[in-house]
Structure formats: structure tokens, C-alpha cells
């Protein structure tokens, strides 16, 4: 892999960005519950057990494994929120299990990196993130 | 549903892989996808795939250690960007096939594994002739 990879055209696969992240859910209804009335992010359609989401652009397609190698845990996704306190605090109140409260996680050069860690209906663990420009 | 100010979840800003060996991770992301390194923190990686980071990480806790969601990358060449990966040594697990037939274009996928074993995907929306 190393000789080739050291070669530029190799590497231009014209990436352009993710369109889409796989979320494994057991229950699609429950699932699709939550992340449209908790997380309030916009159903795109759905198509038999399948569920489509829009997050910013980036398409979230909430399914049952299709093998059992795939039935594990989601990725942790970090969604960007502008008030982590108000977010917190939004879904606290609407029942979402947190795991700690919103914590300081990196000061970076002109921003505070603050995340909160909470868990979705299925048990994958989820973050909010927010960056909080230094005065 | 109408979400208060302030608590509307806009994108994506970041998605953690796991990695059981981070530097051989941040070359198979950096040299055979291509993708921008950002920075690298103690046994975390971090890339750009158009605005949104990727954090190479090692699972902290036994609970974390379970491969990544399956993460589709769009690109314009479906059949040529996944030559290139073949010949950089990317281990296939089909060909390039429409898995949609949308309204307005067909989508192709083909699925593929990081140097870690996690599940990852091109995809491609290619235009139908009106």
C-alpha cells in the first residue's frame, strides 16, 4: 500500500465530502421518533424499514443491521448546536439520558470547545458540541 | 416540531472512528483516501472531509471498542476513484452498483474497509438523461 500511496494521483479520489452516515437502530418507529422530535432534524422520507434524515447536508439513514457483523454501536456523531446550555437543558427536559453535564473539553486559540455526551433511543452515544469564541 | 433558539442541532461537526492503531490509521485516511490531516493530539488524529473532522481515536472504554458506522464518501467518479483505492491496496467487498433508482439521478455505491476493518462506502449520484 505504501508505494503506491506515496504517489499524488493516487491519492485524488475526488472526495468531496460524507453524504451519508448508517445509524443501526432495533426499532426504526422509535428511532425515527427520536431523532425527529427530540433532535427535531428533518425527515427526508422513509422506504420500508429505513428512515432518512437531513443534518446540515449530510444524509442519516436510521436502519436494522442488515448482518450481524453490522448490529454494534453507532460512531460517536458530535452535533453542532449554538447554545450548548439551551440544547443541555432542551434535552434534559424532553427525558434524554446525559451521561455528564456540558463540559469544557479543549480552550482552542479563539474558542472554547464545549461538548455534552447524551445517549439516543437506541443507546448509541451521541455528542453536542459548541464552540464558544473567547472575549 | 418547533425547536427553541439556540438548540438547533445545524450539522455535523465531528464523528469519531475507531482505531486500534492510530498512526497506521492516520496513513491509510491521509495517503490512500487523500483526506486533509488537521492535527494530531497524543493517540487522537483529526481530518477534514469537507467540513466535517474526523477523530481517529483509540476506544477508551471496552464500550466504545466496536467498529465505526458505516460512513458514505460522495464522489464524482464512482468507477475511477474506486480503481484508485483497489490499486492503493483498499480491500473491496463489491463492485460499483446503482443501489437507487432516484427521481432524478441513479445511486451508486461499493463498499470498502479502512486498515482498521471498519465498514466505509463511496457513493456517487449519477444524472439521468431527462
Known sequence: ?135 | MNPQEGTTLSRIGQIAINAHDVDRATAFYRDVLGLQHLFRAGQLSFFDCGGVRLMLDKAEKPEFDHPSSILYFQVGDIRAAHKRLKDAGAKFEDEPHVIAQMPKYDLWMTFFRDSEGNLLALMSEAPRPA
Open chain 1, 1 to 135: 500500500m505504501s508505494a503506491t500511496a506515496t504517489n499524488p494521483g493516487m491519492t485524488s479520489l475526488g472526495i468531496s465530502g460524507i453524504g451519508q452516515i448508517s445509524i443501526i437502530v432495533h426499532d426504526t418507529p422509535r428511532a425515527t421518533a427520536f431523532y425527529r422530535d427530540v433532535l427535531g432534524l428533518p425527515v427526508l422520507f422513509t422506504a420500508g424499514n429505513l428512515a432518512f434524515f437531513d443534518c446540515g447536508g449530510v444524509r442519516l439513514m436510521l436502519g436494522p443491521a442488515s448482518a450481524p457483523e453490522l448490529d454494534h454501536p453507532s460512531s460517536i456523531l458530535y452535533f453542532r448546536v449554538p447554545d450548548i446550555e439551551a440544547a443541555h437543558l432542551r434535552l434534559v427536559e424532553m427525558g434524554v439520558r446525559i451521561e455528564a453535564p456540558p463540559r469544557l473539553i479543549a480552550p482552542m486559540q479563539t474558542y472554547d470547545l464545549w461538548m455534552v455526551g447524551f445517549r439516543d433511543s437506541e443507546d448509541n452515544i451521541m455528542q453536542l458540541m459548541s464552540e464558544v469564541p473567547r472575549a
